[in-house]
């Protein structure tokens, strides 16, 4: 179905029906929300350990807080896209903020461990059915070469948001607004998606959609099932000891997964209305650059909440210490995506993803290293994590065009968000397998939690070594430059 379905003919045109004033406010709307959404998923590490001290809760809890906004959001976002394309994607849009702010406050406001991981799924599926509005409101709103500019803020703020959270929280937590301490980081949002909230309801003209479109609520429960049984597994069962229940836990969600996989195959087969589209994994760009941004979603996931965790928990430094260690590696990325990745994608391709993802591997494995020794100073070289940020940004910033390089314009929706779904998937399986590691050497004393960091660099260097062979797998040329 296209985007524009029930948009006027001037607005689906890309003709300025609506004044540029009015065009860019909405825009502004969208990337409010936009980047609530994105920051939301990291902003959380910083304050794990204020977290754990004010509400209770052991390492598992510390993984579920984290995780459950990643598994919510990426196995929901596509069914969020076909609601907004039935009920129309500024009535979705509205009812996504409405509902992130509202789960926003109630993890503000959790009394426990077990209320904060649920607020944070209600967060994470409210995050779901915002995130793919915005691109589709972009899309009906601008003609196609206005489009290419307002869409590249969404690579560059994304990227910055996402990296930007653990700095922002740390910032938050330490001007303690309100005595309210790591509460703040939730309930923040509450003034701004206000904010989102009434720009949206003013300036985003109504867009309709098309109700006789079919969702696959069951192939969606199957992969919401599926990714939280192998995630129950991963996260409990070191801590637990592996008992039997969390291996078949683990084992089931695998089974799952092969069996949504097979009934999503049908369901396209029958009606084409399959939560993902099976016949895109026929491209090689599109197969192994999903298998790839899997990778290293999970890879980054999880070196961000170890990173932070460690610095806090394993060498005692305060919220806002952490957040200023962080800022070398956001300045890293920004390069990264707006210099390197824009400039010489075209030229490298894959060997420039390649050469990315060995440079975060290096600096990255680095800084745990020098972390893991303890002491009283700032324990890694501002370089260090300067050179990581960059190997970050040199591999996200180019995966998602590389992705979409050979979908077709009809099926470059769907494309999207089955890229972004493995991408929140990704960082989930990242705090599970690097965030378990780590804490399976979880002690009282700062010695046992820094001991922790061995583990977790040998899971961050395997996942990164999975993004390598993959992003090797990549065709030669894959923009048709030669």
Known sequence: MSPSAGIPAAVSAGEPALPEWQRTAAFVAVIIAFVLEVADSTIINTALPQIRAGIGGGASAMQW??????????SLLLIGGRLGDI???????????????????????????EELVAARFVQGAAGALMAPQVMAIVQVLFAPLERVARLAWFGVIGGLAAVLGPIAGGLIIE???????????FLINLPIGLLALAAAARFIPSLDGVPDIRIDYAGAGLFVAAFALL????????????????????????????????????????????VIAPDLFGLATF????????????????????????LQQGLGKSALDTALLHMPFGLGVMAGISMIGRRYLPRFGKWLIAAG????????????????????????????????????????GPLPPVIVAEVERSKAGTASAMMRTAQQIGGALGIALIGAAYFSVDGHDAAARLSGLFPAMAAFLLAMAATLTFALRLPDDIFGQR
């Open 65 to 74: 807080i984290a995780a459950a906004y990643f598994l919510s959001l990426g």
């Open 87 to 113: 009920f129309g994607y500024k009535r979705v849009f509205l009812v996504g903020i409405a509902a992130f702010v509202v789960s926003s406050c109630i993890c503000g406001l959790a009394r426990n461990a």
């Open 175 to 185: 001007l303690d607004l309100f005595g309210l301490g790591w509460r703040m980081i």
């Open 231 to 274: 995630l129950l597994g991963l996260i409990e069962g070191p801590e637990l000891g592996w008992p039997a229940w969390t291996a078949a836990c683990a084992l089931a969600g695998l089974c799952l997964l092969v069996w949504a996989w097979r009934h999503a195959r049908r369901r396209d087969a029958r009606d084409g209305s399959a």
């Open 287 to 310: 197969r192994w650059g999903m298998v790839a941004i899997t990778a290293f979603s999970s890879a980054a996931a999880g070196f961000l909440l170890v990173f932070a965790v460690s």
């Open 357 to 396: 993802a060995i440079v975060l591997a290096s600096g990255a494995s680095a800084a745990l290293m020098l972390l893991a020794p303890g002491g009283d100073a700032s324990p890694v070289p501002p370089v260090v994590l300067l050179l990581a940020g960059l190997g970050l940004g040199t591999v996200i």
